[in-house]
């Protein structure tokens, strides 16, 4: 089968093909753009990214590319793996030969021998990464697809090109891949493979926590995220690499009374803020919001269910998942901790009356968080009955129009107190100690509870009071 025409030109103008083209011609070696980027041209995916294969030493095609185009590139070589890639303005080509590849049960690595282009299309995960398309000048666009991949691509339709027990068994980071394509193309797994998963699924033990992760961030960022997660769920691979969100599962009751699944209840506010944010750790703030559910869930006789703190546990739970699945333990983990922390604060605010201090409170503690906190707060509300909703909604612009009045009064968001701990020891010739703590909290209190405003004279003259009632007078 070969392109039509208009694509060809749209994809494969430009001097590097023709250069590529030529340089394979030259060396009379049958070269081919493969898989994701040929992936891409048909879903309208520009990429940057470019997969060439030969028949042949990719090594050296890449050199010879590199020595024709000149000035602006830049070549380096991998000679342990076989292959090279070519940096050249914003482009990246990975050149390699074609091989032929077969797999230990005990790793990822795999033996590698020189194959036909056959044999490269073979060893790859699914149908439509299998494409191939010709960049010889004779064949020039010739599109190469054993598998249906294109049909697949037309379908929708993730399947891998062999039986899929080979394929995810020789390397069972294609299971988590598989869901991934199917999250962020909304494509369908094809029953045989889905199977094949849920068959394989103990192998990923062998695949590193980074790989693991990698993907599963990209089912994260995915237009609706729980279309991967459930796959996930459904295949058994989710008890396997994230078990604390599986033990949100399950709606008890009790004396007729229950409560909403967290499960499903995670996955809908993960789907309502995709809408509203493509920041990946807002994301895990919402994957990870009610993580504490199933520790702190209690039957109170009066209360019914409750789960008390889970915001604060979860925030402790925090950690400890991130550690285990190798996400940063850096700033982004403490501001995942952050809004899971705060995440009850702002429906408190508008379930109790809407006060200034608990408004300027709430701005202070989340400082310039406080706007993705009101997006995950606004996506956790998931009640199906939409009158509750709109009410909701409603509430938290009161909120938000409430702290935009503070915060233009107030400036509490970021706020420093006007005096600080220095000053306080040098007024009362105090040493450093807990005391000093206390004096400089009262300022902040103050100022939060709207005793006093937010300047220098007016801390000045509530210091100095409060320092009274401690036996502390100024020194100078
Ligand atoms: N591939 C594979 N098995 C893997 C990883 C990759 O068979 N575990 C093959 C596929 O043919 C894939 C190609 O290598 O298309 C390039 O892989 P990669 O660049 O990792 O992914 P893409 O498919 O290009 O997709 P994306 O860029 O979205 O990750």
Same mark, same amino acid.
């Given at each position: 089968?070969?392109?039509?025409?208009?694509?060809?030109?749209?994809?494969?103008?430009?001097?590097?093909?023709?250069?590529?083209?030529?340089?394979?011609?030259?060396?009379?070696?049958? @070269?081919?753009?493969?898989?994701?980027?040929?992936?891409?041209?048909?879903?309208?995916?520009?990429?940057?990214?470019?997969?060439?294969?030969?028949?042949?030493?990719?090594?050296?095609?890449?050199?010879?590319?590199?020595?024709?185009?000149?000035?602006?590139?830049?070549?380096?070589?991998?000679? &342990?793996?076989?292959?090279?890639?070519? *940096?050249?303005?914003?482009?990246?080509?990975?050149?390699?030969?074609?091989?032929?590849?077969?797999?230990?049960?005990?790793?990822?690595?795999?033996?590698?021998?020189?194959?036909?282009?056959?044999?490269?299309?073979?060893?790859?995960?699914?149908? =439509?990464?299998?494409?191939?398309?010709?960049?010889?000048?004779?064949?020039?666009? /010739?599109?190469?697809?054993?598998?249906?991949? +294109?049909?697949?691509?037309?379908? @929708?339709?993730?399947?891998?090109?062999?039986?899929?027990?080979?394929?995810?068994?020789?390397?069972?980071?294609?299971?988590?891949?598989?869901?991934?394509?199917?999250?962020?193309?909304?494509?369908?797994? /094809?029953?045989?493979?889905?199977?094949?998963?849920?068959?394989?699924?103990?192998?990923?033990?062998?695949?590193?926590?980074?790989?693991?992760?990698?993907?599963?961030?990209?089912?994260?960022?995915?237009?609706?995220?729980?279309?991967?997660?459930?796959?996930?769920?459904?295949?058994?691979?989710?008890?396997?690499?994230?078990?604390?969100?599986?033990?949100? *599962?399950?709606?008890?009751?009790?004396?007729?009374?229950?409560?909403?699944? &967290?499960?499903?209840?995670?996955?809908?506010?993960?789907?309502?803020?995709? +809408?509203?944010?493509? &920041?990946?750790?807002?994301?895990?703030?919402?994957?990870?919001?009610?993580?504490?559910?199933?520790?702190?869930?209690?039957?109170?006789?009066?209360?019914?269910?409750?789960?008390?703190?889970?915001?604060? =546990?979860?925030?402790?739970?925090?950690?400890?998942?991130?550690?285990?699945?190798?996400?940063?333990?850096? /700033?982004?983990?403490?501001?995942?901790?952050? +809004?899971?922390?705060?995440?009850?604060?702002?429906?408190?605010?508008?379930? #109790?009356?809407?006060? #200034?201090?608990?408004?300027?409170?709430?701005?202070?503690?989340?400082?310039?968080?406080?706007?993705?906190?009101?997006?995950? @707060?606004?996506?956790?509300?998931?009640?199906?009955?939409?009158?509750?909703?709109?009410?909701? +909604?409603?509430?938290?612009?009161?909120?938000?129009?409430?702290?935009?009045?503070?915060?233009?009064?107030?400036?509490?968001?970021?706020?420093?107190?006007?005096?600080?701990?220095?000053?306080?020891?040098? =007024?009362?010739?105090?040493?450093?100690?807990?005391?000093?703590?206390?004096?400089?909290?009262?300022?902040?209190?103050?100022?939060?509870?709207?005793?006093?405003?937010?300047?220098?004279?007016?801390?000045?003259?509530?210091?100095?009071?409060?320092?009274?009632?401690?036996?502390?007078?100024?020194?100078?």
């Amino acid at each position: 089968m070969r392109l039509d025409e208009d694509k060809i030109q749209k994809h494969f103008s430009g001097k590097i093909f023709d250069i590529i083209s030529s340089a394979a011609d030259e060396m009379n070696l049958e @070269c081919y753009a493969i898989g994701g980027y040929v992936r891409d041209i048909f879903l309208y995916r520009p990429s940057k990214d470019i997969d060439v294969v030969t028949v042949g030493k990719g090594i050296d095609l890449a050199k010879a590319v590199a020595n024709k185009i000149g000035k602006g590139v830049k070549l380096s070589v991998f000679q &342990n793996f076989g292959t090279a890639q070519i *940096k050249y303005k914003d482009l990246e080509v990975e050149f390699v030969g074609a091989r032929r590849e077969s797999y230990e049960r005990g790793s990822r690595k795999p033996f590698v021998e020189d194959g036909t282009l056959e044999d490269d299309q073979n060893r790859r995960d699914f149908t =439509i990464n299998a494409l191939a398309i010709c960049l010889n000048k004779n064949r020039y666009g /010739e599109l190469l697809d054993p598998f249906g991949g +294109l049909e697949d691509l037309e379908n @929708c339709i993730i399947r891998t090109p062999l039986d899929p027990d080979i394929t995810f068994s020789d390397d069972p980071l294609r299971m988590m891949r598989g869901i991934r394509f199917s999250s962020q193309l909304g494509f369908d797994i /094809e029953p045989e493979t889905f199977d094949a998963i849920s068959r394989n699924k103990d192998r990923i033990e062998i695949v590193s926590k980074e790989r693991i992760i990698d993907e599963l961030n990209k089912i994260v960022l995915s237009p609706k995220p729980s279309v991967g997660f459930l796959l996930l769920d459904k295949t058994g691979l989710l008890e396997l690499i994230f078990p604390e969100l599986v033990a949100l *599962k399950g709606a008890e009751t009790k004396d007729g009374v229950g409560h909403k699944d &967290n499960f499903y209840h995670t996955l809908s506010v993960l789907d309502n803020i995709s +809408l509203k944010t493509d &920041n990946l750790w807002l994301r895990w703030a919402a994957i990870l919001h009610d993580i504490a559910k199933p520790a702190t869930k209690r039957w109170d006789n009066r209360l019914g269910w409750t789960f008390h703190n889970h915001n604060f =546990i979860g925030e402790k739970m925090i950690p400890g998942i991130f550690r285990r699945m190798k996400l940063p333990l850096n /700033e982004k983990m403490k501001y995942v901790q952050k +809004l899971v922390g705060l995440h009850m604060r702002p429906v408190t605010l508008v379930e #109790d009356e809407v006060t #200034d201090s608990a408004v300027r409170r709430l701005l202070f503690e989340a400082g310039d968080n406080i706007e993705d906190l009101m997006i995950l @707060c606004e996506a956790d509300i998931t009640s199906k009955n939409q009158d509750k909703v709109r009410r909701f +909604l409603k509430n938290f612009q009161i909120v938000r129009q409430k702290m935009k009045d503070i915060e233009e009064k107030d400036h509490v968001r970021n706020f420093q107190p006007p005096i600080d701990g220095q000053e306080i020891m040098d =007024i009362f010739g105090l040493a450093p100690g807990a005391e000093v703590g206390r004096l400089k909290s009262s300022i902040k209190d103050a100022i939060l509870d709207g005793i006093i405003p937010n300047e220098y004279e007016a801390a000045y003259q509530y210091l100095v009071k409060k320092a009274a009632t401690i036996g502390l007078s100024p020194v100078k």
